[in-house]
């Protein structure tokens, strides 16, 4: 951090780190052995729309980019807060597959110039009845369980044993004021 920020207050985000996505396999091994919670095959991707052809093109690559393979489902969405969701659904339910397709639309975001669009990354669980989102903050760096049950209300009793479960595993926010609910996400 530099002096003058310092002197002003003013702190620099989390650089994200990619990377702890590749830990949710293991997770959601966790998961599905202490709670019966099981990978959906759906995650998504959340980022401010970017103006202009830089952000047009790089939603573009990343969309080609998944593309590629007929195996899954793509879609891109916007919200009722003008925010993109672009969602990845595979079949096979395949969470490895499905965290590879995601990073790779994070990193063709970030390649681009947009890493600071990136809001978060949303991978689906479900146990039949209950649902749960694992969401990737990219200015925080951290991880935490959304679980909602209709409308706008949430099981907060299963986000808490899932935290009990993950922390350890992947890095859990601890601010429990910075898991914010996303309803209408497209995922979980």
Known sequence: MRF???????SRPATPNL???FAVPAAATTLDAALDLVPTGTGSVCFSTAEGSAGARAQTDALALLRTENTADTTVSRDEYGYTWITRRRPDA???ALVTDLHAV???LVDAGLGSALLCTVIGFSSGVRRLGLVYLFKRGTLYPFAPTGGQ????ALEMQVRAQLTGELPVEADLSRWFPIWGAPTP
Do not use: E, S
Not at 4 to 10: C, N, P, T
Not at 153 to 156: A, E, G, L
């Open 4 to 10: 003058l920020d310092v002197l002003l207050g003013r």
């Open 19 to 21: 990377d702890v996505l």
């Open 94 to 96: 395949d969470v490895a």
């Open 106 to 108: 994070n990193t063709t």
């Open 153 to 156: 209300t949430r099981d907060t």
